[in-house]
Nanobody, 126 residues
Framework: QVQLVESGGGLVQAGGSLRLSCAAS????????VGWFRQAPGKEREFVAA????????YYSDSRKGGFTISRDNAKNTVYLQMNNLKPEDTAVYYC???????????????????WGRGTQVTVSS
């Protein structure tokens, strides 16, 4: 059974930083693309970042390019999202998800991902 567990969310002031973690059981992250998405109250879920399985290439949404960094630790089977210079508009529930290797779909599209965590809340105060 595949489980993804996010952690690291919390309350931070604008300009601050957080590092989110996503730990997996039941699958090996290095064999799949892993993405981070977020959903703010009253808004649709949106893509934040992804890291591919084959070469570890990183992709980011245009809105947050430069402020966030996605990385993975294969030994720990964990993917991270380092978020710097946070803004109030970054407030959302952040989810990690797995896009299974070999399946189609864009990596910035939520429906392309098979497995999802329950999310971790990030709140940025002004």
């Amino acid at each position: 059974q595949v489980q993804l567990v996010e952690s690291g969310g919390g309350l931070v002031q604008a300009g601050g930083s957080l590092r989110l973690s996503c730990a997996a059981s039941g699958l090996t992250f290095s064999m799949h693309t892993v993405g981070w998405f977020r959903q703010a109250p009253g808004k649709e879920r949106e893509f934040v970042a992804a890291i591919t399985w084959s070469e570890g290439r990183q992709y980011y949404s245009d809105s947050r390019k430069g402020g966030f960094t996605i990385s993975r630790d294969n030994a720990k089977n964990t993917v991270y999202l380092q978020m710097n210079n946070l803004k109030p508009e970054d407030t959302a529930v952040y989810y990690c998800a797995v896009k299974v290797a070999g399946l189609g779909g864009g990596l910035n599209i939520g429906s392309s991902y098979t497995y999802w965590g329950r999310g971790t809340q990030v709140t940025v105060s002004s």
